[in-house]
């Protein structure tokens, strides 16, 4: 049963870290895509178990992993940051800082039964954007776009996005539902 999850990314190396060994619950030295920790806590305080889920990055790269899912099947996912649960029990995160080159997103992860591990990505947000506050009901999915359009050679008179009213418009955050055309449950 999860009782939480973790995620963790190192994007630069400090002083002396870069010495330090790959560990078991850091296996990619210099990790720019990032992981998700799954902890079993005993709910007193006083002990807790914990296992990879998934180690991000391109399913290609040999270091990755998810959750024992075929490789071949899964979605590329890069930097998680936020982290939410459906009703039918999975795992949606939200990425920020994509280093995979691409799009943030929002990805649904199986945690159940043969398919544990399965990462798909469901919706993807605006160039320089962050998907961030993943909200996962049976029939509607609510995520936040921040700063779409962030780039350090954009200016108010050049800017690299027009989101969300396009045309000449300047960029701003937003909050997106999305929900099946037949109002259906979504993540079953």
């Known amino acids: 049963m999860v009782s939480g999850l973790c995620h963790a990314r190192t994007s630069c190396l400090t002083a002396g870290k870069d010495d330090e060994p790959a560990m078991e619950y850091a296996p990619v030295k210099e990790n720019k895509n990032g992981y998700v920790l799954e902890m079993d806590d005993d709910h007193a305080g006083e002990s807790f178990s914990w296992n990879l889920l998934l180690v991000c990055g391109d399913p290609g790269a040999a270091e990755t992993y998810f959750g024992g899912f075929d490789k071949s099947s899964v979605s590329p996912i890069s930097c998680p940051d936020n982290l939410a649960f459906d009703p039918g029990g999975n795992l949606w995160v939200s990425t920020d800082g994509n280093a995979l080159e691409s799009n943030d997103g929002l990805f649904a992860v199986a945690l159940e039964g043969p ?43 050049s800017t690299t996005s027009h989101w969300p009213d396009g045309g000449n418009s300047l960029a701003r955050p937003s909050t997106v539902v999305v929900w099946k055309d037949d109002y259906g449950a979504i993540g079953h």
């Open 115 to 157: 398919a544990r591990g399965l990462t798909k990505q469901f919706l993807t947000v605006p160039a320089g954007a962050e998907t961030c506050g993943p909200v996962v009901t049976e029939r509607r999915v609510l995520v936040n776009v921040q700063h779409p359009g962030e780039d350090e050679e954009a200016t108010v008179e």
